[in-house]
């Protein structure tokens, strides 16, 4: 065997470019999400340098992959678990269960009880039946209480279904000191997708008051604050980069007491950039002036984010042409919403010919269906191992 020199092994496949692109759907099929674990890493360092002293707990829920869990661990994070499918795939992968914490407000009995088989510790409850659940488990878990801070700005406002109202905090956080119950600290989620940090702003603001006042009354232990998740990607529309979006809120943090501990969830932002979708074209039609191209995925399977996440995927033709048509692209399904894009300028394109979906790792597969027997899209996580290229988990 020849070593190759050094050099002429690139560090990581850009698993983006058009070949590359071209040959994984030859290797694996259509439709494909193709997630790239350097892009993790990229995006998970550059949140940490955004962030720094926070410590971060990937949120499965918009992508749980073994690959995501494997990239975020071998950075060093930790991770934020919700469902005790969400345990067991941990649990499968041998991660260290004190890296996990179980932020659900709202668990059946099976939930508590899987999570602390598998060694969580960290629950989060907001309100006080919910605090009852633990109540004889005393010594066995410590609690963030969730609080609600109601974002109006955001695309989707995660303080209307969970979190009790700051006034009511304190009342909770009595009935748990009454029960025996350890209160490590508070949480919150601003609200995912968010234009700007200013309600994660205000929320820390209102937790150092909150936390300092539940400490004067000896509530618990109080020497944590989880600022959730909520960090921007761009999608159709841009955003600001994340060092410029977390300022307000680094500034914000710098005044937490300095013996409480920082966290954060962050879901979308970590995963939503590291997959693009790739769909190909199943067959084509002329209607009322417009080329309609019909996909083998569309609302119902990788592009479900479009309705639950009122995302918008820049989608592209591989093929490219100076020449254009008004074009419809469609979903696989007989249903007449399975609509991906319309009214957008393309190629004249082929049956067979792929089209690429952008920003596809968060809250896609995740929530896709198999609406009319149209399988879910394979997911294959290449750049698996940082410096092996090679590496491909289909
Ligand atoms: C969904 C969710 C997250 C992740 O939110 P993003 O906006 O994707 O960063 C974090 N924490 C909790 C409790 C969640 O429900």
Redesign the pocket.
């Known amino acids: 065997m020849t070593a190759r020199p050094a050099t002429a092994r690139p560090r990581f496949i850009d698993p983006f470019q058009p070949a590359e692109v071209r040959r994984l759907v030859r290797q694996f099929g259509s439709p494909l999400l193709i997630l790239d674990c350097e892009r993790v890493r990229v995006q998970y360092r550059k949140l940490q340098r955004a962030l720094p002293g926070v410590a971060l707990?990937y949120?499965l829920?918009?992508l749980p992959h073994p690959a995501m869990v494997q990239a975020i661990i071998g950075e060093g994070g930790n991770l934020?678990l919700?469902t005790s499918g969400e345990v067991q795939l941990v649990q499968r992968l041998g991660v260290d269960p004190q890296r996990c914490i179980h932020?659900?407000?709202i668990k059946r009995p099976e939930d508590i009880a899987n999570a602390l088989k598998f060694g969580v510790r960290t629950f989060?409850a907001d309100n006080p039946d919910e605090l009852l659940k633990f109540a004889r488990l005393t010594d066995r878990v410590e609690l963030l209480l969730?609080v609600s801070f109601r974002a109006a700005g955001a695309v989707?406002d995660?303080s209307r279904k969970?979190g009790c109202d700051p006034e009511d905090l304190l009342p909770l956080a009595r009935r748990a000191a009454d029960a025996g119950l350890t209160v490590r600290g508070l949480?919150f989620?601003a609200?995912?997708?968010?234009p700007d940090a200013m309600k994660h702003v205000e929320a820390v603001q209102e937790c150092i008051k909150l936390i300092a006042a539940a400490r004067r009354e000896k509530l618990g232990v109080f020497d944590t604050l989880d600022i959730?998740?909520?960090?921007?990607i761009d999608y159709a529309q841009k955003v600001q980069d994340i060092g410029r979006f977390c300022a307000p809120l680094r500034a914000a943090l710098a005044k937490v007491p300095r013996r409480i501990r920082i966290i954060a969830?962050?879901?979308?932002?970590?995963?939503?950039p590291a997959m693009i979708g790739v769909a190909s074209v199943m067959g084509r039609a002329r209607r009322e002036g417009h080329w309609w191209y019909y996909l083998d995925d569309g609302l119902y399977g990788s592009y479900s984010g479009r309705l639950f996440d009122h995302a918008h995927y820049p989608v592209e033709p591989l093929r490219d042409s100076p020449e254009r048509f008004s074009a419809v692209l469609a979903g696989p399904t007989c249903d007449s919403i399975d609509v991906i894009a319309e009214n957008i300028m393309l190629p004249l394109l082929r049956n067979g010919d792929l089209l690429v979906g952008r920003a596809m790792g968060?809250?896609t597969w995740a929530s896709a269906t198999e609406f009319n027997f149209f399988p879910k899209a394979t997911i294959v996580a290449v750049n698996l191992v940082p410096g092996d290229p090679g590496s491909v988990l289909g």
């Open positions: 707990y949120a829920k918009p934020d919700a932020t659900h407000p989060v969730r989707c995660l969970f949480s989620h609200g995912s997708q968010t959730g998740g909520g960090f921007p969830e962050p879901g979308r932002y970590i995963a939503g968060a809250y």
